[in-house]
């Protein structure tokens, strides 16, 4: 049975200033007690699961940021994970920010069974850096990276951010060229989208944000999504671009409905169709887990048309698209007959190209992909 597990540690050192994540700085004191109640979680969920369905494909550590854990804890959280899910797992990435790590660091992760690191860098620009609230340089990411290699690790990808405030063309290109340069495997685009009760919301309330025009962040994204695959990256879902066979595991198993298990603080889980969602709250966890209580939050079983929809959209993320043979076989009905008239009408735009296998979004569909989304919502 294909799975997979996420790991969710809220820990920050800092918020930054776009970040609307289930994440808190300034919580230290409850690391211990939290890295506690995770592995108790471990033991019992995870060693429940992997009884069931054998070991997990991949592993992803998420947050927050799971290397502002300390190392003691960090390596708790490991040997549990090794005790009870299982070692050698093909793909165990661990998000790191290049502000939290060092070598001990890197090769106490490599040692433990982690084979691919995520690295939060979104720029390479100390100022861009500062104004957005990273707690790194863009120095430190270079030789977070560097020192990964040393680890060992083979596997290494990084965020980066367009839209910034006072980014202009030229910062993004050289990031660009850093992260070339690094030879990193892997690289993740995000645009800058200002979220409600941000330290940006506020900002863009009083006037005080200068973010570049939506023509100057298009140019960006245009530049992105041709200089990327130009570089060898190729573009395998919208905001992910790897050299090839460098694509994320993990993130392909959410766009391919396959089952995986939520644990710790926040953490979703997606298991037998339905959807869960563990308390934000880290203390309501915390004391939850140690009493043996539930501590999901939120438990969703989506109507017939509410997974469709899913499907359809999580599926047409990838460059692969919507597979005609996949959704028959998971709903028992043919594509056509759902989004005959929506396929049509999208590639009759240049936003969808169809075919027998299916139908998958075009440079411009990826582009203005809220567009085609929105016309697979069912009534
Ligand atoms: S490090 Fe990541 S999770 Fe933490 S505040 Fe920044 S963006 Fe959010």
Redesign the pocket.
């Known amino acids: 049975m294909q799975w997979g597990v996420y790991i969710h540690i809220p820990f920050?050192?800092?918020?930054?200033f776009?970040?609307d994540?289930p994440?808190y700085?300034g919580k230290e004191k409850l690391m211990e007690v939290y890295t506690e109640a995770l592995c108790q979680q471990i033991e019992i969920q995870g060693l429940s699961f992997r009884q069931k369905w054998g070991k997990p494909a991949t592993i992803y550590m998420g947050?927050?940021?799971p290397t502002a854990l300390p190392p003691q804890y960090m390596a708790q959280v490991l040997q549990a994970v090794n005790d009870y899910i299982g070692q050698e797992i093909a793909e165990f990435t661990v998000e790191c920010?290049p502000g939290t790590v060092d070598a001990a660091y890197l090769q106490l992760l490599r040692a433990e069974g982690v084979n691919r690191l995520s690295f939060?860098v979104q720029s390479f620009q100390d100022e861009l850096l500062r104004r957005i609230?990273?707690?790194h340089s863009g120095e430190e990411a270079v030789q977070a990276v560097k020192m990964a290699r040393q680890a060992g690790f083979s596997n290494i990808s990084v965020d980066l951010m367009y839209g910034l405030p006072g980014q202009i063309l030229a910062d993004l290109q050289a990031s660009v060229q850093q992260a070339e340069e690094l030879s990193v495997e892997h690289i993740s685009i995000y645009g800058l989208q200002v979220e409600e009760c941000t330290a940006f919301a506020r900002m863009e309330e009083m006037g005080k944000l200068n973010l570049p025009s939506e023509e100057q962040a298009e140019v960006m994204y245009d530049y992105m999504t041709t200089a990327l695959p130009e570089l060898g990256y190729r573009r395998y879902e919208v905001s992910n671009f790897a050299k090839e066979g460098f694509e994320s595991r993990h993130n392909r198993s959410y766009w391919h409905d396959v089952p995986y298990l939520g644990l710790g603080a926040a953490a979703h889980s997606y298991l037998a169709g339905k959807r869960y969602a563990a308390t934000a709250d880290i203390a309501e966890y915390i004391a939850g887990i140690k009493a043996g209580r539930d501590v999901r939050a939120l438990e969703e079983e989506p109507t017939r048309e509410h997974a469709m929809e899913e499907f359809a959209f999580l599926a047409l993320r990838t460059a692969e698209g919507l597979s005609r043979q996949a959704f028959a076989d998971k709903f028992h009905v043919e594509l056509d007959s759902v989004y005959g008239e929506v396929m049509a009408k999208l590639s009759e735009q240049g936003l969808l190209l169809v075919d027998k296998a299916g139908c998958r979004l075009s440079k411009q569909g990826f582009k203005y992909g809220n567009v085609a989304f929105a016309e697979f919502i069912l009534d």
Not at 12 to 16: A, L
């Open positions: 920050c050192r800092q918020k930054c776009y970040c994540f994440s700085a947050g927050g940021t920010n939060g609230g990273r707690i």
